[in-house]
């Protein structure tokens, strides 16, 4: 079975200041890897994913997540993040083509301040 | 809009009520998912539905029934329900079980 780790449940930063969301899996054979993005009473919307190919992978709002299959990571990060991206962010794993449906971690809640 | 639609958004509710939530997509997919969200706690899947057969149910209690029509409809029939139940419910489908799932708004549920 899949495990999603998101290492820090809240994550408090500066306006304009980079950030890193941690996201840590386990599964024994290979994944599709995804980050959503939630704002406060609205459902999850996709950032990101990675199915296959280049391992650094961009989504919409200037985010962007390294695959690194060796330490089993899928981090998000933004250079410069806007008062705009106060949200709760999930990390998803699901194994490739397979009949199991998509695992969730836990969120992590950025609130960034001005 | 993610092409996942749920009515309504807010519901307010009293114990001895029954209340339908309703979720519809036309994306074409074939899996489609309720999950609860309570304040301060984990995503939590309750129901999968896959090509309209229900596949997962996740120690749900009774009080939640489930209905999947056709692969473009999804409801959850509400009765007798508890405080704790309050929650954002959130309605999901994706192209298969293993494709990226694309949410609706959710509906706020308030049980007095």
């Known amino acids: 079975a899949q495990s999603v780790t998101q290492l820090d449940s809240q994550v408090p930063v500066f306006e304009e200041a980079p950030v890193e969301l941690r996201c840590n899996y386990s599964s024994s054979v290979s994944v599709y890897l995804f980050w959503y993005v939630q704002y406060p009473n609205q459902g999850l919307q996709l950032l990101l994913k990675y199915l296959s190919g280049s391992t650094l992978v961009k989504g919409i709002n200037g985010f962007e997540a390294e695959f690194n299959k060796s330490q089993t990571s899928f981090h998000l990060r933004k250079p410069s993040v806007h008062i705009s991206d106060t949200a709760e962010y999930f990390c998803?794993?699901?194994?490739?083509?397979?009949?199991?449906?998509?695992?969730f971690g836990k969120g992590t809640k950025l609130t960034v301040n001005p | 809009e993610t092409g996942v639609t749920q009515t309504p958004r807010h519901l307010v509710m009293g114990m001895t009520n029954k209340k339908s939530l309703k979720c519809e997509q036309h994306?074409?997919?074939?899996?489609m998912y309720w999950y609860k969200q309570s304040a301060k706690k984990p995503l939590e899947l309750m129901f999968v539905y896959n090509f309209k057969e229900q596949t997962e149910n996740n120690s749900v209690p009774s009080r939640f029934s489930p209905e999947c029509p056709n692969s473009s409809h999804l409801f959850l029939h509400l009765h007798t329900l508890q405080p704790e139940d309050s929650a954002l419910y959130l309605c999901?489908?994706?192209?298969?079980?293993?494709?990226?799932?694309?949410f609706g708004q959710g509906t706020r549920l308030t049980v007095v």
């Open positions: 998803a794993v699901v194994p490739q083509g397979g009949s199991e449906k998509l695992v």
């Open positions: 999901a489908s994706s192209l298969a079980l293993w494709a990226e799932a694309f």
């Open positions: 994306l074409g997919h074939n899996a």
